[in-house]
């Protein structure tokens, strides 16, 4: 079973949409959980941590179930600058980050 | 706003040449990393880095790989028998710890291209 598993898309919305990215892992040791953003051929850049309580970062919200070993990701009003490839990560603090292959997304006008 | 630098950004070397990809880390981050993407894939870790010393590496990272932090601000990635698998995307990152901020930053990577 893969550390970490999403669903590679790519999803395609209209400007606008909301779009929502979910990812699983299976290691219950993790403790520090991110959604990187990709785009093409560049660095994976912090978009925001996931904190247990949830968190919401203007447009962008995030959730974590420790439960269900289970990490979101939400999209409101989508912008054509969202198009981009959607990394879920997780690690152990200051362990190596552990990737999921990423789901990309593709707004459209 | 601090950011993590690499040199060069794009390195071409034929199989069985030693290349060397330079970082600088954000200046008072004290966990280091190096990870790489082959085209088309997913991000993969290769060693980590702290107080002077690896603290962790991957199977990919064997004998023919290499880290030092020759001085206090650059940190370096060596690969002394390039083989044509070894072509990817190699990124730079670093990370405050502690009570700082679990959080790491990449740079905009190296695309090392072996023939």
């Known amino acids: 079973r893969k550390e970490v598993e999403q669903d590679p898309g790519p999803f395609n919305v209209p400007e606008g949409a909301t779009v929502a990215f979910n990812c699983t892992y299976s290691?219950?040791?993790?403790?520090?959980f991110f959604w990187y953003r990709q785009d093409c051929r560049k660095e994976p850049k912090l978009l925001m941590s996931?904190?247990?309580s949830g968190n919401e970062d203007g447009r962008f919200t995030a959730q974590l179930n420790r439960a269900s070993q289970y990490i979101s990701l939400l999209i409101r009003d989508s912008k054509l600058s969202d198009s981009a490839t959607y990394l879920c990560?997780?690690?152990?603090?200051?362990?190596?980050?552990?990737f999921g292959t990423g789901t990309r997304l593709q707004v459209f006008p | 706003e601090p950011e993590v630098t690499q040199t060069p950004s794009h390195q071409v070397t034929q199989m069985g040449q030693e290349v060397i990809l330079r970082c600088v880390p954000i200046?008072?981050?004290?966990?280091f990393y190096w990870y790489r993407q082959i085209l088309g894939q997913k991000v993969e870790f290769l060693v980590s880095?702290?107080?002077?010393?690896?603290?962790?590496k991957s199977e990919i990272f064997d004998d023919q790989f290499s880290v030092e932090r020759p001085d206090g601000s650059n940190f370096t990635l060596k690969i002394r028998s390039t083989k044509l698998e070894d072509s990817a995307m190699y990124f730079c990152a670093s990370m405050m710890g502690g009570l700082g901020s679990y959080e790491q930053y990449f740079g905009p990577g190296t695309r090392l291209t072996v023939t």
């Open positions: 996931v904190y247990s």
């Open positions: 880095f702290y107080n002077n010393e690896i603290s962790e």
């Open positions: 990560v997780v690690n152990r603090r200051t362990d190596k980050l552990i």
């Open positions: 290691n219950s040791a993790s403790q520090s």
């Open positions: 200046s008072n981050h004290l966990y």
